[in-house]
């Protein structure tokens, strides 16, 4: 173990006289030095030891004032030469602290900057009136082989810890007032030659320098190193958003021809006009529930197919193709029109559709509805819109089926309007939307059929709520 000491002896006999007063601070003083001179000379390798008692401090100088005071007036004079001693004292006290501690660091191989860290801390709580008593030092190997320079500061009185201590290196608490600093030693430490105070200051104002400049050099280094992250990553970025955009463009292509083969043309035949849009709840999946289709029968009736299967995307499109396909195989087999929504159900078990079936004679313009829980068509005669339901329920449904067949009959000029729920649910109220409905066909009833449908779309979601594949076929009647 390797100790130093400074010790506060108790005051001498007080003098009587103001002279005598200043006569026993500048004794004190003198004192002091020597003994400071003493410890300095006395550094063995292995053990600091301080025999030499440090008076002069302010308690000293205080308790001599006190003393002279006791047995003669304290003039003017006398009580400046006292201050004057205790502050020469107390600077005395936190210089030889100084010394020791360096010399503490010196012979144990502290690095230079750690010297400095601890110095300022002890001579911190030395001028924080604490009155240190004694500093000692002890070399310890920890557990994990780590070689530890332990320092202990003895004081007069507990530090206040209730607010931070705002020093270099704080210390722990120790015994009693002490506190206590643990220094880790570097592997094979050699001590350091000892120099004055001067020097020593310099060397710590080095090292503390060269530790700041140290890490303002990583410091920009790191800050290039993220510009050049950063740089990396939006050019990353910026590919991956062009990669992005032609997937989506590429898709948008496969898209489209999807569309075109899901959904047949119009077919060429006298007597009739028809035109079709479709617009997908989202713009990456214009592919839905929402199918149609259309053919001419052998006895010269078109008949047309509308689809809304439950749900959205590619697997709704699935169910919508397995219904449309099983209608269009029912109707070449000559089924019922009443019947086909009750069979395709039948064969369809594990998906649910709504299905609205619409036959027209082109040669007599009989008009002949079967449905299955779906919107009602919408017929425009003379700028008067009639809305032509039929009771029923859909594939999936219980006691799936149409109720009834509506049979109608169409005159030249007529306009008739076959949609999904997606046209006038757009708002969230249907009433609502099949009154918008009407008021819009009335508006675009006399447009060329190919921009009948898109422009009725376009008024009917001129507000959103909620999104839903949108599909409206709109069929002109032009007599036979």
């Given at each position: 173990m390797t100790s130093e000491h400074l010790t506060a002896p108790a005051a001498a006999?007080?003098?009587?006289?103001?002279?005598?007063a200043g006569t026993t601070a500048a004794t004190g003083t003198a004192a002091t030095a020597t003994a400071a001179g003493i410890a300095a000379t006395a550094t063995p390798a292995t053990a600091i030891t301080a025999a030499a008692p440090i008076t002069a401090t302010a308690a000293t100088a205080t308790t001599a004032a006190a003393a002279t005071a006791a047995a003669a007036p304290i003039t003017a004079a006398s009580?400046?030469?006292?201050?004057?001693?205790?502050?020469?004292?107390?600077?005395?006290t936190a210089r030889t602290l100084r010394t020791r501690i360096r010399h503490l660091c010196d012979?144990?191989?502290?690095?230079?900057?750690?010297?400095?860290?601890?110095?300022?801390?002890?001579?911190?709580?030395?001028?924080?009136?604490?009155?240190?008593?004694?500093v000692s030092g002890q070399v310890r190997t920890e557990s994990d082989g780590t070689v530890v320079l332990i320092v202990t500061l003895?004081?007069?009185?507990?530090?206040?810890?209730?607010?931070?201590?705002?020093?270099?290196?704080?210390?722990?608490p120790g015994e009693g007032p002490s506190v206590v600093w643990h220094v880790s030693l570097p592997e094979h430490a050699q001590p350091l030659a000892g120099a004055d105070e001067d020097t020593a200051v310099e060397q710590e104002l080095r090292a503390v320098l060269s530790r700041s400049d140290t890490r303002e050099r990583d410091y920009r280094e790191l800050e290039h190193e993220l510009a050049e992250t950063n740089n990396g990553v939006l050019a990353m970025y910026v590919q991956l958003q062009q990669r992005e955009e032609q997937l989506r463009r590429a898709h948008a292509v496969i898209f489209r021809e999807l569309e075109d083969a899901l959904r047949p043309p119009p077919p060429t035949v006298d007597g009739i006009e028809l035109g079709v849009h479709y617009q997908p709840a989202g713009v990456d999946a214009p592919t839905g529930g929402d199918l149609y289709d259309w053919l001419v029968l052998p006895d010269g009736t078109l008949h047309m197919t509308v689809?809304?299967?439950?749900?959205?995307?590619?697997?709704?499109?699935?169910?919508?193709?397995?219904?449309?396909?099983?209608?269009?195989?029912?109707?070449?087999?000559?089924?019922?029109?009443?019947?086909?929504?009750?069979?395709?159900?039948?064969?369809?078990?594990?998906?649910m559709a709504t299905v609205l079936l619409a036959r027209l004679d082109l040669a007599t313009g009989v008009l002949r509805l079967a449905n299955g829980s779906h919107p009602p068509a919408l017929l425009l005669r003379d700028?008067?819109?009639?809305?032509?339901?039929v009771p029923g329920r859909g594939v999936g449904f219980p006691e799936p089926g149409s109720a009834a067949v509506r049979t109608t009959r169409m005159v030249a000029g007529d306009l008739l309007l076959l949609y999904t729920d997606g046209?006038?649910?757009?708002?969230?109220?249907?009433?609502e939307g099949e009154i918008r409905l009407a008021r819009a066909a009335r508006r675009h009833a006399a447009l060329p059929i190919a921009d009948v449908a898109p422009a009725i779309v376009h008024d009917m979601h001129d507000v959103i709520r909620y999104h839903d594949d949108t599909l409206l076929i709109a069929v002109r009647y032009l007599g036979p």
């Open positions: 006999a007080a003098p009587t006289t103001a002279a005598a009580a400046g030469t006292a201050a004057a001693a205790g502050t020469a004292a107390a600077a005395e012979t144990h191989g502290v690095p230079v900057e750690h010297r400095a860290r601890l110095v300022l801390s002890v001579t911190a709580l030395a001028r924080a009136a604490y009155r240190p008593l004694s003895d004081l007069h009185e507990p530090v206040d810890r209730s607010e931070p201590l705002n020093l270099p290196l704080p210390p722990e689809v809304d299967a439950v749900g959205h995307g590619v697997t709704c499109t699935r169910n919508a193709l397995n219904v449309t396909h099983t209608i269009r195989t029912l109707v070449l087999e000559g089924h019922a029109l009443h019947r086909l929504v009750e069979r395709t159900a039948r064969i369809n078990t594990s998906l700028d008067q819109p009639t809305y032509l339901p046209l006038v649910e757009s708002r969230g109220d249907v009433d």
